[in-house]
Every structure is written in C-alpha cells, then in structure tokens.
C-alpha cells in the first residue's frame, strides 16, 4: 500500500521560509520522479516542482528562484525548501509521483502565509 505523508506546513509572515518534507512507502521511490503540488483555497491542484530520480528538476515559473526540491532515495523522502514566500503562495502542499496517481494522494500540509 502506497502511502505519501506531507510534513512541514504552517503559518509564516511573508518573506519567510518553510522546509516540507514527504515520506513515501510502498514504492520503488527511485525510480519514479517526484512532484510538489499546491492547492489553494478555491482554485485547482497545480505542480509546483518535480524532481528525477537522478536529481533533474523543473519548477512553476511562479516559483522560480524561490523553491528548491531534493529528494534522498535512501531515505525515501522528498522535500521543498521554500523562501521568501509571498501570500499568493497559501495552499495544501502535497507530494506524489509524476504524473500524479490518484491513489496516492496523502492530506497534505497546509502553508499559510499572513501577517
């Protein structure tokens, strides 16, 4: 059974910085590529950053420059540094393989970015 559970969310001010983290079991972590998504309030589940299993990785132009994906296939996790966050950035976060399997779809963590 193919569980992803996301980590890390919470409320920042903006400009700040948050480190999500998702543990991924029953699958063969490396050899899949990895994404981030974000949902926000209201509006669709886009993909923020994918990542290969050879350490490739593509980004949302709204994100450029501001998230770094990694992943570690020993650990089998993955993770998304994110900095200088802006409010527009307030969303679930989730992880699954690329392109998304339905089934794997974990609750999420949840950034929100107020002063």
């Known amino acids: 059974q193919v569980q992803l559970v996301e980590s890390g969310g919470g409320l920042v001010q903006p400009g700040g910085s948050l480190r999500l983290s998702c543990a991924a079991s029953g699958i063969i972590f490396s050899g899949y590529v990895m994404a981030w998504y974000r949902q926000a309030p209201g509006k669709q589940r886009d993909i923020v950053a994918r990542?290969?299993?050879?350490?490739?990785?593509n980004y949302a132009d709204s994100v450029k420059g501001r998230f770094t994906i990694s992943r570690d296939n020993a650990k089998h996790a993955v993770y998304l540094q994110i900095n200088s966050l802006k409010p527009e950035d307030t969303a679930v976060y989730y992880c699954?393989?690329?392109?998304?399997?339905?089934?794997?779809w974990g609750k999420g963590t949840l950034v929100t970015v107020s002063s």
């Open positions: 699954n393989i690329f392109p998304p399997n339905n089934a794997y």
């Open positions: 990542i290969f299993s050879g350490g490739d990785t």
